[in-house]
């Protein structure tokens, strides 16, 4: 089992940052990967960047490269995703997710069906 709390959504301007941290708990943190997926109103479920469990290798959906970091820090069980150069179209719902088969290619990292535990989500405005 895998309990996951995402925090550190808000309201920024375009242009402007955030850091969001997904703390972890139960199963040993640094046995699984993590990813973040994003839901705006009205659209679907999007992937948007995932970390394997060393942290070694990352995986950026194309809208964010440049923009996005992921980062985890296994002493501390969490999972952090820095965002840069926020732009309106960034806006969403937030969400952390744990993959316990620790998809090592983009193709797995990126398949929601990969996660099976999920944070409850944080917001994210981006004002024009």
């Known amino acids: 089992q895998v309990q996951l709390v995402d925090s550190g959504g808000g309201l920024v301007q375009a242009g402007g940052s955030l850091r969001l941290s997904c703390a972890a708990s139960g199963r040993t943190f640094s046995t699984y990967a993590m990813g973040w997926f994003r839901q705006a109103p009205g659209k679907e479920r999007e992937f948007v960047v995932a970390i394997d469990r060393s942290g070694h290798s990352t995986y950026y959906t194309d809208s964010v490269k440049g923009r996005f970091t992921i980062s985890r820090d296994n002493a501390d069980n969490t999972v952090y995703l820095q965002m840069n150069s926020l732009k309106p179209e960034d806006t969403a719902v937030y969400y952390c997710?744990?993959?316990?088969?620790?998809?090592?290619?983009?193709?797995?990292?990126?398949?929601?069906?990969?996660?099976?535990?999920w944070g409850q989500g944080t917001q994210v405005t981006v004002s024009s």
């Open positions: 997710a744990a993959d316990l088969t620790s998809s090592t290619n983009y193709y797995y990292a990126s398949r929601g069906d990969s996660y099976a535990y």
